[in-house]
């Protein structure tokens, strides 16, 4: 364990702004009168902030507490436009047509008509399209979004690959790469780091248990920056601390990546010098720069619960 820099490649800004696409992601509009209050009681984020800000990271969860999507909420003229990812966006779409009841609100699928790009650099002048800071890390990046044959002017040429690999060098989770939707809740994804949980704002869907999560210090498990001794294998291996099941690894690029964890059992293996690997290559567990939480104290004689 270890404190880490991110990979320069990936997160060199010379200057010049990079545009990338984003085929993955899909956008998803709710607009009306009451557009505002409808998501402020569904999602993790403050829909104020986002009204001040431009732009906010969110969930929504099960009444359990586990995130269903995750995504980002931009405000549009008229309402919000909803970033996440192109597979679930349907059932995202229904899902919230489910809590509509009758709020006068208007929930559409509007990924034919928008396209969503990530940028990186200089603020890029993108005109006809809406431009915010990525919301969850100051420096992370851009967030592109607007008609198709505008974004696409805008591309230099890179793939999503490319985005990717800034995550990772960022410490930077995403569903379904890093956690598996309905398993995690916010804590698992880093999400509270991230600027994605307004515990201050009151009620949302499973606020109760994320509340007391945090106000308890229970959550165990977390994204972490891992370095292979070498290339790593493929996203979903097993992580293991010494003989014990610690984790399952998400985004590879290279020998760097992003891994969900038990940071006791993490801990734990360093205690006693054992070895951290995944498909038998070695790992160097890292914190991400922006986290708030910390290696649990132990000691080589400890035992960690299942």
Same mark, same amino acid.
């Given at each position: 364990?270890?404190?880490?820099?991110?990979?320069?490649?990936?997160?060199?800004?010379?200057?010049?702004?990079?545009?990338?696409?984003?085929?993955?992601?899909?956008?998803?509009?709710?607009?009306?009168?009451?557009a505002h209050g409808f998501l402020q009681n569904l999602l993790t984020c403050d829909m104020d902030d986002v009204d001040a800000d431009g732009a906010g990271y969110?969930?929504?969860?099960?009444?359990?507490?586990?995130?269903?999507?995750?995504?980002?909420?931009?405000?549009?003229?008229?309402?919000?436009?909803?970033?996440?990812?192109?597979?679930?966006?349907?059932?995202?779409?229904?899902?919230?047509?489910?809590?509509?009841?009758?709020?006068?609100?208007?929930?559409?699928?509007?990924?034919?008509?928008?396209?969503?790009?990530?940028?990186?650099?200089? *603020?890029?002048?993108?005109? =006809?399209?809406? &431009? %915010?800071?990525?919301? #969850?890390?100051? @420096?992370?990046?851009? !967030?592109? /979004?607007?008609?198709?044959?505008?974004?696409?002017?805008?591309?230099?040429?890179?793939?999503?690959?490319?985005?990717?690999?800034?995550?990772?060098?960022?410490?930077?989770?995403?569903?379904?790469?890093?956690?598996?939707?309905?398993?995690?809740?916010?804590?698992?994804?880093?999400?509270?780091?991230?600027?994605?949980?307004?515990?201050? *704002?009151?009620?949302?869907? =499973?606020?109760? &248990? %994320?509340?007391?999560? #945090?106000?308890? @210090?229970?959550?165990? !498990?977390? /994204?972490?920056?891992?370095?292979?001794?070498?290339?790593?294998?493929?996203?979903?291996?097993?992580?293991?601390?010494?003989?014990?099941?610690?984790?399952?690894?998400?985004?590879?690029?290279?020998?760097?990546?992003?891994?969900?964890?038990?940071?006791?059992?993490?801990?734990?293996a360093a205690a006693r010098g054992e070895q951290v690997a995944a498909g038998g290559v070695a790992l160097q567990p890292t914190l991400?720069?922006?986290?708030?939480?910390?290696?649990?104290?132990?000691?080589?004689?400890?035992?960690?619960?299942?």
């Open positions: 364990m270890s404190d880490d820099t991110p990979n320069e490649q990936a997160t060199a800004d010379d200057g010049q702004s990079r545009l990338i696409l984003l085929p993955s992601r899909a956008v998803i509009r709710v607009a009306g009168t009451e969110g969930a929504l969860l099960t009444p359990q507490g586990k995130i269903l999507f995750d995504f980002l909420v931009i405000a549009d003229e008229g309402g919000y436009l909803l970033d996440t990812q192109q597979e679930t966006a349907a059932d995202f779409a229904r899902r919230l047509g489910f809590y509509k009841l009758r709020s006068k609100v208007e929930i559409a699928d509007v990924s034919e008509t928008l396209k969503v790009a990530a940028a990186f650099g200089p *603020k890029p002048e993108a005109e =006809g399209c809406i &431009v %915010v800071a990525d919301p #969850r890390l100051a @420096g992370f990046g851009w !967030r592109v /979004i607007g008609p198709p044959a505008a974004v696409d002017a805008l591309a230099t040429g890179e793939s999503e690959a490319s985005y990717h690999a800034r995550r990772v060098a960022f410490g930077v989770p995403e569903a379904p790469f890093d956690f598996a939707l309905g398993d995690a809740f916010p804590h698992d994804a880093d999400m509270d780091d991230l600027n994605g949980v307004a515990f201050d *704002k009151g009620c949302f869907i =499973g606020q109760e &248990v %994320v509340s007391r999560m #945090r106000h308890r @210090g229970t959550a165990r !498990r977390r /994204i972490i920056k891992v370095t292979g001794a070498s290339a790593l294998p493929a996203p979903g291996t097993e992580i293991l601390a010494g003989e014990k099941p610690a984790g399952t690894l998400g985004t590879v690029d290279g020998n760097a990546g992003l891994a969900l964890v038990r940071l006791d059992r993490i801990a734990q991400p720069d922006f986290a708030t939480f910390t290696w649990p104290e132990t000691s080589a004689n400890a035992e960690t619960a299942e």
